[in-house]
């Protein structure tokens, strides 16, 4: 019971950051020249299908979670100039399934979406507790 009320707690955070967020004004993150190509910012891309946007073409089936090479998150990496650009949102993901729970997706099983960020990651969006 502890544990699901700590998820449902980081849903409602994570939404009131996001309603929060929405209210006020938004920074642009400008390319910088401090990236291992030269240019750019590291951005990692969290969340579920919303984030995925599984219904935009053209979509990746590569590991069945959906990913559109035109999601937000795929435009917002070519607008800023990221020079690295990773995107493990995924169909069916649920608050659990970013923080500390792997992910079963068709005959895969993907980690938590947190472990791809490490101290290199310049920028994180996500978009999660849509499922939940």
């Not at 993150?29 to 935009?56: H, K, M, Q």
């Not at 169909?91 to 068709?106: E, F, L, S, Y």
């Amino acid at each position: 019971m502890a544990k699901r009320f700590v998820v449902r707690s980081v849903a409602v955070a994570v939404t009131g950051l996001m309603v929060w967020g929405s209210a006020g004004s938004f920074a642009v993150a400008e390319p910088t020249d401090s990236g291992p190509n030269g240019g750019g910012l590291t951005y990692v891309a969290l969340g579920d299908s919303r984030a995925a946007g599984p219904f935009i073409d053209p979509v990746s089936h590569e590991d069945f979670c959906m990913r559109s090479d035109q999601d937000y998150a795929s435009k917002l990496a070519r607008q800023i100039g990221a020079s690295e650009f990773t995107d493990v949102s995924c169909i069916a993901a649920q608050v659990k399934h970013v923080i500390d729970t792997p992910q079963r997706i068709g005959t895969t099983t993907a980690p938590p979406q947190l472990e791809v960020l490490d101290a290199d990651t310049d920028l994180v969006t996500i978009s999660i507790g849509g499922v939940d």
